[in-house]
């Protein structure tokens, strides 16, 4: 997985490379504007913000390598500045796409389709002048620091690289995003309506561009002609005055018969004062040449020079001259030849001159009545520097050749603008090739920067557009988005509606005003038998007889409820009885009428539901109603979270609240605080199972008295088996449960003393038993007979007899725990259970009691009893058997007690 996105990465850059650097070589060919050849719009700086915006930053190193070999391509990459600068034009490529990418991705969200107007111009602003401002500053700072450009372009070079790239991107990074950027299912379709319209502009505007560049190269090229035929007609008269100046002498020396140097003198001052470039004037009579001439110098005879100091001696030719042949040449042709720059003797120094020298013959048809030679010596530097000088003036850089030796005399650094003129002359004995090119002054002064301008504001114009495509085809695309989700709603609520309607139980049917009809719902075609098309409302109602709710009166056709809809009149829950041959049925009807914007009733609609059966349920549910209503128990209806739904007369009977007083309240309004909550925590486990909890509750009244309520207490469930209420039966059982109370302590006490009777004593003591068995606790029974009970009686009746035993228990029951039981057996027998005690606490428990009961003394009226006591003890542990066993033990203990002498405390022995 890993490897095949290595590839893809690798794959995008190789492919972004190629794209860049197409797209950097065209403009550069036809963008390019003189006198930098720089481009003024730069395309690969929208294709990188595109490509680095979509695919991410792993994009970076083919700007950079794009923009690297363009560099490389244009400034070379051999000497240190090109080198440099090279570089720094792909890092500049790199952080303008980078920037741009993390601006958008800042203010916008990363892959945002530019649907809205703020997207895309953030998008231009961001990506364009923003991001490109700090690449066209290092830009420039680098050429400055290079040395590119000077100071006083910095500010154009900035200008224009700021707005080529800026103009790029806002140009060219919208057109990739169309053909890359996702979802394509947003930007695919801008392609017809932005990318061919921007596409067909931009190529005109280059193609416009070229013709209004050639044109201006053409008036240009027409106005440095213009100057070269100006400048090379004034060389070539200063070239021919010159030789024509050598000429008149030669003639004037041809004409004397013998040449004095004052003669010679006169002759040259005019030449030397015409001509400052001329040095001097030299004549060298031939019967002085003879035996110079094989030591390849020349004797001067006459010199007149430019100035004083400038005096001549010999003429000695220049290094690897052959002289000999120079001099016999010219004597044969007769013809002037340029030597030099040649070493001349002076009083100063030797001298580096140019010459002109000419031969000169006694007889013009005489080419060997040799008389001398005229030497015409000139400055060859000052010449060239005057006529460079010249040019410049005319903002022209001139490069002169002489065509034999192509050997270059005059030579500038010139600078290919695209066009140069080539001139060739024959003069001085030579040909000479003038090269002319305009200078950089020349360009920059008669170059018109209009089309650049005009060209510039078409493609602002063209971007404008291209910012009202994109923001057009995006509020064309929300629009479209918003109209299909709008009708997807739309289709969803149809059908919605549809589902509705074709599931409801009611008939719905809409006509228009003609009483045609419009819609009906699948209840309406299945139970009414109705079909679109087949009849209309009215004649569909007249297949029934309609009566009102007597069931006797018919409905006529104006009180049909249709009928009235379609008058304009709304119906309202209309019950009508509907009858055929058939059946019967009571229908609810629902009409209203439809209207248009001016209120003009369009048709009608109308709902009609079969209540034949809601209508014998609601016969039925009065009845059960007053049933409950009336019910001699109490009903209670509660919702599944407890409240008060409906009670009926016998609760309010009962409770004393009304149903205004309880309605909406929890049933907690009766609680006592006397049933412990784990009774209600298992009345609502039972409830949640779904069954049913019937049990017994100590309520409280309005009034604040309490009582006790026998309640049955039921979910109810609704045909899915939900709990949906909760229904509480309940009967007032006060009195009945006072009466159970009775009888029950009746049963279990002694009526005399209030004391547990034998046969509760023997049930406790059997359930003490039972928890021995499975605890291993140990528990003391003690067995009590009074002493001299008897004499009390006999002496003074059973009424005595009964008080006596009346306090004895008061007696007994002070000197028992908590936990302990005292029961009465019967007679003067008393019963103790001590539980969780040993026996020697029993014992001393059991020495208290006797020592109490006989301290104790009993009067009735004027007489005063001792008696005492005598107790019997038996253990109960996990061996005892039963309390029959537990009882007799406890009682033989006792009756060794009362043959040992009462009043003592014996304990249940087997041995």
């Not at 231009?124 to 830009?139: D, E, K, N, V």
């Not at 030397?272 to 470039?277: F, W």
């Not at 220049?318 to 030099?340: F, H, K, T």
């Not at 007083?661 to 049933?675: A, E, F, H, Q």
């Amino acid at each position: 997985m890993r490897q095949r996105q290595l590839l893809r990465i690798i794959g995008d850059n190789f492919l972004l490379i190629s794209i860049y650097y197409l797209a950097g070589h065209l403009s550069m060919h036809f963008l390019a504007t003189p006198p930098s050849n720089a481009a003024v719009i730069w395309p690969p700086a929208g294709i990188a913000l595109a490509a680095v915006w979509v695919r991410g930053y792993r994009l970076l190193p083919a700007v950079f390598i794009g923009d690297l070999i363009i560099a490389i391509e244009i400034f070379g990459f051999g000497e240190f500045s090109p080198r440099m600068f090279s570089l720094m034009v792909g890092f500049q490529a790199c952080l303008s796409a980078a920037l741009g990418a993390f601006m958008i991705n800042r203010c916008l969200k990363p892959k945002n389709p530019l649907l809205d107007n703020r997207s895309i111009f953030a998008f231009f602003c961001l990506g364009g002048p923003l991001s490109q401002l700090l690449s066209a500053l290092i830009a420039i700072g680098s050429e400055l620091w290079l040395g590119i450009i000077n100071r006083g372009d910095i500010m154009a070079s900035f200008f224009t690289w700021w707005l080529g790239s800026s103009v790029g991107v806002i140009l060219f990074a919208p057109l990739v995003l169309i053909f890359i950027a996702q979802p394509r299912s947003i930007w695919r379709p801008r392609i017809i309506p932005v990318a061919f319209p921007l596409l067909f502009l931009c190529i005109n505007g280059v193609w416009a561009f070229n013709v209004l560049k050639t044109d201006e190269q053409d008036r240009l090229r027409r106005i440095f002609a213009g100057k070269v035929d100006n400048f090379h007609r004034q060389v070539v008269k200063d070239g021919l005055a010159l030789v024509q100046q050598e000429e008149n002498i030669r003639t004037f020396i041809t004409a004397m018969s013998a040449l004095s140097a004052r003669e010679f003198k006169i002759v040259s001052q005019a030449a030397l004062k015409e001509h400052n470039y001329i040095k001097a004037l030299a004549w060298a009579p031939a019967s002085e040449f003879g035996p110079l001439l094989l030591t390849g110098e020349l004797s001067i005879a006459y010199i007149e020079p430019h100035l004083p100091q400038l005096q001549l001696q010999q003429f000695k030719p220049a290094n690897g001259m052959n002289w000999p042949d120079v001099l016999q040449r010219i004597r044969d042709s007769g013809q002037l030849e340029l030597i030099g720059p040649t070493v001349v003797d002076s009083i100063a120094g030797p001298q580096s001159l140019a010459a002109l020298l000419m031969p000169v013959y006694r007889d013009q048809h005489e080419s060997r009545a040799l008389s001398g030679y005229l030497s015409l010596f000139f400055d060859y530097r000052g010449l060239k520097e005057q006529t460079i000088d010249f040019a410049k003036r005319q903002h022209i850089e001139l490069n002169i050749i002489e065509s034999h030796s192509r050997r270059q005399a005059i030579s500038a650094d010139l600078t290919d603008y695209g066009f140069e003129i080539d001139k060739e002359i024959d003069i001085l004995s030579r040909r000479w090739l003038f090269n002319y090119k305009p200078s950089e002054v020349f360009i920059n002064t008669h170059t018109t920067l209009s089309y650049w301008w005009i060209f510039i504001a078409g493609f602002c114009i063209i971007s404008m557009l291209g910012f009202i495509l994109l923001s057009v085809t995006g509020q064309t695309l929300q629009t479209q988005k918003l109209v299909e989700e709008k009708t997807r709603q739309l289709n969803k609520q149809h059908r919605l509606l549809d589902s509705i309607l074709n599931n409801v139980r009611e008939g719905i049917i809409s006509c228009d005003s003609k009483g045609r009809l419009t819609m009906l719902n699948r209840t309406a075609q299945q139970q009414y038998g109705l079909e679109l098309g087949n009849l209309s409302p009215r004649k569909w109602l007249e297949r029934y007889q309609l009566f009102e709710m007597d069931g006797q009166t018919q409905l006529t056709p104006q009180n049909n409820p249709l009928n009235l809809a379609l008058a304009g009149k709304e119906v309202h829950a209309f019950e009508m009885i509907m009858k055929n041959a058939e059946s019967n049925r009571t229908l609810s009807v629902n009409s209203l009428p439809l209207r248009d914007e001016h209120e003009g009733i369009i048709g009608a609609v109308a709902s009609f539901q079969d209540i034949s059966c809601q209508k014998q349920y609601v016969d039925e549910l009065k009845k059960l109603s007053w049933a409950v209503q009336h019910s001699p128990s109490a009903v209670m209806m509660t919702d599944t979270q407890g409240r008060i739904e409906y009670v009926n007369d016998k609760f309010v009977e009962i409770n004393g609240y009304t149903l205004e007083d309880v309605i909406k309240r929890s049933p907690r309004i009766l609680k006592s605080g006397r049933t412990p909550e784990t009774i209600y925590q298992q009345i609502w486990q039972t409830l949640a199972k779904g069954e049913h909890w019937q049990g017994e509750l100590l309520n409280q009244r309005k009034n604040g008295e309490l009582y006790w309520a026998k309640q049955l207490i039921s979910p109810v469930k609704n045909e899915q088996g939900k709990v949906t209420h909760f229904i509480a039966l309940m009967e007032d059982v006060t009195e009945v449960r006072k009466k159970a109370e009775i009888i029950s302590y009746q049963a279990s006490h002694d009526d005399l003393t209030g004391l547990l009777n034998r046969r509760a004593c023997e049930q406790r003591l059997e359930r003490i038993i039972a928890g021995s068995r499975q605890d291993r606790s140990e528990h003391v029974f003690c067995f009590l007979d009074l002493d001299h009970f008897k004499a009390v009686n006999d002496s003074c009746g059973h009424l005595a007899g009964d008080d006596l035993l009346r306090g004895v228990s008061e007696l007994l029951a002070k000197q028992l725990r908590q936990r302990d039981t005292l029961a009465r057996l019967g007679g003067d027998e008393f019963a103790i259970i001590l539980e969780h005690c040993c026996l020697s606490q029993a014992r001393d428990i059991g020495a208290a009691i006797c020592e109490e009961i006989k301290q104790y003394n009993f009067y009735w009226q004027d007489h005063c009893f001792k008696i005492g006591v005598s107790i019997g003890m038996a253990k109960i542990n996990a061996d005892s058997t039963d309390f029959s066993t537990v009882i007799e033990e406890a009682d033989q203990a006792c009756y060794q007690v009362k043959k040992q002498g009462r009043g003592q405390v014996a304990v249940y022995s087997k041995t």
